[in-house]
């Protein structure tokens, strides 16, 4: 595939990103290259293959698990292969607008197939563990901290450690042996797992990868800046922004909802789910679920941030930061990485809702509307897009404001 490269036109300043998109380039073209020799190996009958059906039910996690084995691998092996000259490529200036397209059309493929086909909703569910266990002690030990300097920390904690104790008090469900059990599971998660996460997540960094790198190059093949975007449509100004980011907002900060109230039915006579007797037979279970509610109560409720006055400066019980203007990166990058998990492991929802033997339409619609990844990570896209258009600066590459 020849892609010729001929004088560009002048673009204004534009630019593909400058180091950023160099290293970039790189860490794409070392990632192509360690999924082709992966691919090769598992198309000779290797072990690990991270896209095939999951036992003990034969989940189809993944998209590319609809194919056979060697056709999967075989794909990931030519795909890599094709993705090292190609990633190395996005580094070469002076291309026309026909030159980017043969380039444009292969990060396509490979974001679509790494970051889609490949990705599954393994990563959803680490990241929300993840938050379950260090998140939920480092956000009461923020406020721990944060008390010890201001009234209104202390309050705040004051209500946390109240909820605490009346939900300990009135379910037990705080017990020594649901702290037990838990920790039990927890370690044995590792064997359980092996090495598939760390491959699943591999692919989702290479089709992210290719994203960016396709993104950028399209932005200056339209002769706009690589790195910001700059000169964009009417519909991306900062006032337009604000208007189809707050209504993106709403959708976002709704849409994890749903799970989180099933959760906390754990706390009732009557849970939605299990019986009372068998969430009572496994403590860890229960609080561990509990746990998973809160985190999905509190996505939703820090996802407001992104249209409230305090996601532009931080509240006063935040320790340390109170008062201080919160960077954009701070609220755009895991905003952006939720949306693109949240996206990703769609087609496994798609796939884990219309399984089994007889499946249920309202069972499935049902399941849809208690993960709804399509939208929830569409919104959160488009919320996050919305706050970094209206609190971007003077871009530093071409200088516009």
């Excluded at 030519?78 to 059309?105: F, N």
Aim: proline share 8%; hydrophobic share 50%.
């Amino acid at each position: 595939m020849s892609m010729p490269l001929i004088p560009a036109r002048d673009t204004g300043g534009a630019d593909t990103g400058g180091p950023v998109t160099d290293r970039l380039s790189y860490l794409v073209a070392l990632l192509s290259a360690l999924y082709a020799v992966l691919g090769v190996y598992w198309s000779l009958g290797g072990d690990a293959y991270p896209f095939a059906a999951v036992p003990p039910d034969g989940d189809k996690l993944s998209a590319l698990s609809l194919l056979p084995e060697r056709y999967g691998a075989g794909l990931v092996a030519v795909l890599g292969a094709i993705g090292v000259p190609a990633a190395l490529a996005t580094r070469l200036r002076g291309w026309s607008p026909a030159s980017y397209r043969p380039l444009l059309v292969t990060a396509a493929v490979q974001a679509i197939v790494f970051g889609l086909l490949c990705t599954d909703v393994v990563l959803v569910v680490l990241a929300a563990y993840t938050l379950v266990v260090l998140g939920v002690p480092a956000f009461l030990l923020m406020l721990i901290v944060g008390a010890v300097r201001r009234t209104g920390t202390r309050v705040m904690l004051g209500a946390v450690a109240a909820a605490v104790v009346a939900v300990a008090l009135g379910t037990g469900v705080f017990s020594g042996p649901a702290f037990r059990e838990l920790a039990d599971g927890l370690a044995g998660v590792p064997a359980k797992v092996g090495f598939r996460p760390l491959l699943v997540l591999g692919t989702f960094l290479l089709g992210t990868g290719w994203a960016v790198l396709g993104v950028r190059s399209y932005r200056t093949a339209r002769d706009r800046c690589g790195s910001c975007g700059r000169p964009g449509a009417s519909w991306i100004s900062p006032a337009t922004a604000a208007r189809w980011g707050r209504r993106a907002t709403i959708v976002a900060v709704l849409c994890p909802m749903p799970y989180a109230l099933l959760r906390f039915t754990w706390l009732l006579p009557n849970p939605i789910g299990f019986s009372a007797e068998e969430l009572d037979a496994e403590p860890g279970m229960k609080m561990f679920g509990l746990g998973l509610g809160a985190v999905a109560f509190c996505a939703g409720l820090v996802t407001l941030g992104l249209i409230r006055p305090w996601g532009e400066v931080w509240p006063r019980w935040v320790p340390v930061l109170a008062e201080r203007p919160v960077p954009v990166k701070a609220a755009v990058i895991p905003g952006t990485t939720a949306a693109l998990m949240l996206l990703v492991a769609s087609p496994s929802i798609a796939t884990l809702s219309g399984s089994g033997e007889d499946p249920d339409a309202a069972q499935t619609v049902l399941h849809l509307l208690i993960f709804p990844f399509p939208l929830w990570g569409a919104a959160v896209g488009l919320a996050t897009a919305g706050y970094y258009v209206r609190r971007r600066a003077r871009c530093t590459v071409c200088g516009r404001a």
